[in-house]
């Protein structure tokens, strides 16, 4: 059970996506830090999402299926509204030296919220469950328990990694 949260934990924060160019973007801008932090918020959301699934996925699966193109369009302007902005933005002319008066906790809770804001991952997570056998009915309650803890060591390793 360590092994199959560690690798679904991986699977789920490894590709690059807008969520990595955040944690990148912040780190280059404002210091190792911020970017650390950010990724701790989007391991965070991910791990909210898999506990979600994991304990509630009848009722996810009703909610997604009911709100389905009122999602795809708010993460539609989420990600253009994200791509805008690091268009408009310099990278380089930003470069400067790390700020310390940056709040942790702000930069947790910007990568939570980004992070939280693309729902669609729960089939991602949905398809990793079913693969790696991960709720099957001879598992006891307390490997459950060490599964989506290996799970958060694997999202917390990889988005770490983003940074």
Same mark, same amino acid.
Request: charged share 5%; no cysteine; glycine share 16%.
């Given at each position: 059970m360590i092994w199959r949260g560690i690798a679904i934990g991986i699977i789920i924060? !490894? *590709?690059? %996506?807008? $969520?990595g160019i955040l944690c990148v973007q912040r780190t280059l801008e404002k210091g190792r830090r911020t970017g650390?932090?950010?990724g701790i918020g989007a391991a965070i959301s991910d791990m909210f999402y898999c506990l979600l699934t @994991?304990? @509630? +996925?009848?009722?996810?699966?009703?909610? +997604?299926?009911?709100?389905h193109n009122i999602i795809q369009l708010l @993460?539609?302007? $989420?990600l253009i %509204?994200? %791509?805008?902005?690091l268009f408009k933005s310099n990278p380089s002319r930003k470069l400067k030296k790390p700020d310390e008066g940056i709040s942790d906790k702000r930069n947790i809770l910007n990568g939570f919220l980004f992070t939280f804001?693309? *729902? +669609?991952?729960i089939f991602l997570i949905i398809g990793l469950f079913a693969r790696?056998?991960?709720?099957?009915p001879e598992i006891k309650f307390y490997?459950? $328990?060490?599964?989506? +803890?290996?799970? %958060? !060591? @694997?999202?917390?390793t990889s988005d770490a990694a983003d940074e």
């Open positions: 924060s !490894a *590709p690059m %996506g807008p $969520v650390f932090f950010t @994991g304990f @509630g +996925l009848s009722f996810i699966e009703e909610f +997604l299926t009911r709100n @993460g539609s302007v $989420v %509204g994200f %791509g805008i902005y804001s693309n *729902p +669609l991952i790696f056998n991960f709720f099957i490997h459950y $328990v060490i599964g989506f +803890l290996s799970i %958060g !060591a @694997g999202l917390y």
